[in-house]
């Protein structure tokens, strides 16, 4: 098994332009989360999903949009990026939701200019 | 203003030492707790996990200890070693989802 895979693994924006962040899972898991990791901080939820169909905001929602269509898969979006938007990414996934442990991706580092 | 975030607490310890990583939690009825440990350049990793009916757990050279009179929930590792050095993170559950502390970076000397 992979567990949780994060596309891509580094990217460098232009103020204004969009992209697309693809986190899988192939553990049938049916929570999975977005997260935030700006430099010596903590996590900060972005947005997450209960299931297939469903999103639901963090802590941390705005200029951010996210898709679960598919189980396995859950993807975040930045329709114009910002340079505060310039973070470290986590995806996560969990098959109890907030009881039990969450399975972390290895993280896109994102670059805003 | 500053932010306490750039500025994370630092435990240095002697290899071999035993290693004790602290965490206040917010929510009295917080119900499950987590200890991730995270790499440089990587993603967090389970560590230890414990539940409300509980206040103590032990692992492989860890313990978690959980005191539910004063909301604290500490990490406890036992013989210290270089690989040990990250950044360690407790989390508390929020309905369906985890809320993480701010971190404490563990540092071990050879």
């Known amino acids: 098994n992979a567990g949780v895979t994060q596309t891509p693994k580094f990217r460098v924006l232009k103020t204004g332009q969009s992209m697309t962040l693809l986190c899988a899972q192939d553990m049938n898991h049916e929570y999975m989360y977005w997260y935030r990791q700006d430099p010596g901080m903590g996590l ?3 947005h997450y999903s209960v ?6 905001k963090g802590e941390v929602p705005d200029g951010y949009n996210v898709s679960r269509l598919k189980k ?3 993807l975040l979006g930045l329709e114009s990026a910002a340079p505060s938007q310039t973070s470290v990414y986590f995806c996560a996934s ?3 939701g907030g009881r039990d442990e969450q399975f972390f991706g290895p993280g896109t580092r994102l670059t805003v200019l | 203003g500053e932010s306490v975030g ?3 607490p630092t435990l240095s310890v002697q290899e071999g030492d035993n290693s004790i990583i602290n965490c206040a939690y917010s929510n009295s009825a917080s119900d499950y707790f987590i200890w991730y440990k995270q790499e440089s350049g990587k993603g967090p990793q389970f560590i230890i996990d414990i539940r409300s009916n509980m206040d ?3 692992g492989q050279r860890v313990t978690v200890l959980l005191n539910k009179t004063v909301k604290h929930l500490s990490l406890q590792i036992a013989a210290t070693q270089p690989g040990d050095s990250a950044v360690y993170f407790c989390a508390e559950r929020n309905g369906n989802k985890l809320v993480f502390g701010a ?3 563990l540092r071990v000397k050879s």
């Not at chain 1, 299931?51 to 639901?56: L, S, V």
């Open chain 1, 51 to 56: 299931g297939e169909g469903t999103t639901a």
């Open chain 1, 94 to 96: 969990s098959y109890l």
């Open chain 1, 72 to 74: 396995q898969n859950f």
């Open chain 2, 6 to 8: 750039l500025h994370l």
């Open chain 2, 103 to 105: 971190g404490t970076i």
């Open chain 1, 44 to 46: 900060r939820l972005i």
């Open chain 2, 56 to 58: 103590k757990r032990q």
